[in-house]
């Protein structure tokens, strides 16, 4: 979930695309979930449509998309593509914000709006 998108910036934008790597050198904090064998790109789209988490609105100050990613997770848990639990470790996750691999402090997940 990307912010910044719609005529007030405030619409988060949802890009799938293919990469050589499990996850960026980029990112502070990484989640790992193995992910059933029988899931594709369209099995996973098709969920993010059905569930309708290609439309959300993030809060006024741009925040929420912890909120969405594990709204995500425990979608695919919901349907068995990840191990059961996962939706709660990603919680325990975003609830912190990373300031270092190692170093991080509690934060709200304030949540954006499903539209």
């Not at 848990?77 to 270092?100: D, H, I, N, Q």
Request: net charge positive; proline share 3%.
């Amino acid at each position: 979930m990307m912010s910044g998108y719609g005529s007030d910036g405030l619409r988060g934008k949802v890009e799938i695309s293919s990469k050589p790597y499990t996850s960026t050198n980029n990112a502070i904090k990484t989640l790992t979930f193995s992910v059933e064998a029988h899931a594709t790109v369209q099995t996973i789209t098709d969920l993010i449509n059905s569930k309708g988490r290609d439309r959300y609105k993030l809060t006024a100050e741009w925040e929420g998309c912890r909120f969405w990613i594990y709204t995500f997770i425990k979608d695919l848990e919901s349907v068995g593509l990840t191990p059961g639990r996962s939706g709660k470790t990603v919680w325990e996750g975003v609830a912190y914000y990373w300031r270092t691999p190692s170093g991080s402090e509690p934060r709200e997940v304030k949540q954006g709006v499903f539209y």
